[in-house]
């Protein structure tokens, strides 16, 4: 495999985290750890982490009687704790604070600063702007945006601005983007919203300003001193700043540049597939291959969101329902791309009947078995090769759902398993086999059978729930399961009979 860079947005510092981030985040993770654990998944590089500058952040902060600096460094660990309690695997983690960032921001926009735009014209100038600025959005809206008046996101009456600012030339870049987009040279999932970002294009581009003077939370433009970045603009700059893009040392750029994935929520698709292009293309470099787009968890149809002041806190579903049901419940509501309307009750059936009656249940079910029936030891089947699931297939069609990052879709390819399994116990019914002992071979079969399973399901719920799988795989004295690549391990008769099993606790224990 090839190297694999994937980033979530970085979260405005503004906000506690909640369970809308923790689903980026989440879906960030699986795919991360799904690539690590194939052949050259060593490669794998995986960013978040925190946007700290801005006119939001600069009132939050206030709000708070704080400095702004000590704001970014209370709400930034309460990410960084959140995504430590929900086993994010993230290689790094960027604050757009960090001098690391702030310097490469300043010699990325000293470049930029020299260079033209496809046109011809030069990138940055100066001009008097005013306009409509959301504070919610970190950006100016335009009237015919407004509903009654108010941010259609956020329900609140933008501020009228006015002042002189550096603006960066977006408009001359309206051709070459469509070209990119439409040539798949930079992909945009699902198609609907690249036929969003198409639309929107078709109707022009609008140049940008890249500075605010009234605001003084960010970092200053090294060409312009009394101004400060415009809060958006270094914010995209972190998936290569944190690379080291615009430092002494790119070797990690030069190895993970351009990013494989980059997922974002669709309130922020015009950021990352209009302004991003154009600065990569403005510094001339590659664009990432591909961006995936997702919905909105909803409460009462509204999206979840400080603002609306209706969120969940990740630390309260850990808290009652443990870390990797926890991780379950966030991100198997609803197929990734859309919106899913979430209900707080919904969480304990879901429990219920996904994992204490599904894969918790099984687990018990089967190791109860082994350890009944073979004394704790996995029998010999008479013959190894002999599997009734087409175990080949489930694995094709798991493999195709992370390719194209159904993961909802892979959720349920493992809970049809499970039910597949459950089902074939029914019907051996070794209950049954036990009582005769020239069943002996059947039941020694049907109970390798059912071990085995156990550890395919193990493997494929791995980058969901990372705990439960290694949990699983302890249980049938599996210790290194995980340090082999998935390839070698889909194919069946992994698990050796003989074995020492042990049975254990409850995996999910009823709600
Ligand atoms: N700071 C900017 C992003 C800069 S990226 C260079 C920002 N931050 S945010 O914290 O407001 O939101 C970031 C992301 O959080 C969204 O794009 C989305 O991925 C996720 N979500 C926030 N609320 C969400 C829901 N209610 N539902 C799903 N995802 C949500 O925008």
């Known amino acids: 495999m090839k190297k694999y860079y994937i980033t979530t947005p970085i979260y405005y510092v503004n906000s506690q985290p909640h369970i809308g981030h923790a689903y980026t985040t989440l879906m960030a993770d699986i795919l991360a750890r799904f690539h690590r654990q194939l052949l050259g998944g060593d490669r794998v590089w995986f960013l978040t982490g925190t946007d700290e500058h801005g006119a939001k952040v600069e009132q939050a902060a206030k709000k708070n009687n704080v400095s702004p600096q000590k704001f970014c460094d209370e709400v930034s660990a309460k990410f960084q704790l959140a995504w430590d309690s929900l086993d994010i695997s993230n290689n790094d983690f960027i604050r757009t604070t960090e001098k690391r960032h702030e310097d490469a921001v300043k010699n990325i926009l000293n470049i930029l600063k020299t260079k033209k735009t496809p046109l011809g014209h030069d990138i940055f100038f100066e001009k008097e702007y005013e306009g409509l600025y959301c504070v919610g959005c970190e950006a100016y809206l335009k009237e015919e945006d407004l509903e009654n ?239 009734p699931f087409g175990m080949k297939k489930y694995w094709e069609k798991y493999l195709d759902c992370f390719k194209n990052l159904k993961i909802f879709d892979a959720v349920s390819l493992v809970n049809s398993l499970s039910k ?60 290194n399961e995980l340090n082999e690549k998935l390839e070698k391990r889909m194919k069946w008769g992994g698990l050796k009979p003989g074995s020492k099993i042990n049975k254990g606790e409850a995996l999910f224990p009823r709600k």
């Not at 999932?189 to 940008?208: A, F, M, S, T």
């Not at 003077?213 to 400060?228: A, H, M, N, S, Y």
């Not at 198997?332 to 204490?356: R, V």
């Open 149 to 387: 008046g108010l941010c259609p996101n956020h329900q609140t009456k933008p501020e009228a601005v006015s002042e002189k600012n550096w603006f960066f030339r977006l408009s001359d870049f309206r051709d070459i983007i469509v070209k990119k987009i439409s040539k798949g040279e930079l992909k945009i999932l699902p198609e609907k919203r690249k036929n969003e970002v198409l639309g929107l294009l078709e109707g022009g581009l609008e140049d940008i300003a890249i500075s605010r003077t009234k605001v003084e939370w960010g970092i200053k433009l090294p060409f312009d001193e009394k101004q400060t970045v415009y809060v958006w603009v270094e914010a995209l700059m972190n998936y290569i700043t944190a690379l080291g893009y615009g430092s002494n040392d790119q070797k990690k750029f030069n190895n993970f540049w351009p990013a494989d994935l980059q997922l974002l929520g669709k309130d922020i698709l015009k950021f990352h597939a209009v302004i991003w292009p154009a600065i990569l293309i403005s510094l001339g470099l590659d664009l990432p291959d591909k961006l995936f787009v997702h919905g909105y968890l909803t409460i009462d149809g509204k999206k979840m969101s400080k603002t609306l002041g209706n969120t969940i806190d990740p630390m309260d579903l850990i808290d009652e329902y443990g870390l990797d049901a926890a991780r379950y419940l966030i991100v198997s509501q609803f197929q990734f791309g859309e919106d899913g309307h979430i209900k707080a009750e919904s969480f304990a059936n879901k429990y219920n009947s996904d994992l204490a009656n599904g894969i918790g249940n099984l687990t018990s079910r089967v190791l109860s078995m082994a350890e009944k029936y073979f004394d704790n030891v996995v029998p010999a089947p008479k013959d190894k090769k002999h599997e």
């Open 420 to 479: 597949a399994l459950d089902a074939f116990i029914a019907e051996k019914k070794p209950w049954e086999l036990a009582k005769d002992e020239k069943n002996k071979t059947e039941l020694a079969e049907a109970i390798y059978v059912s071990c085995e399973t156990l550890r395919h399901i193990a493997r494929m719920i791995y980058p969901i729930m990372p705990g439960a799988a290694g949990d699983i795989f302890s249980r049938l004295a599996l210790k």
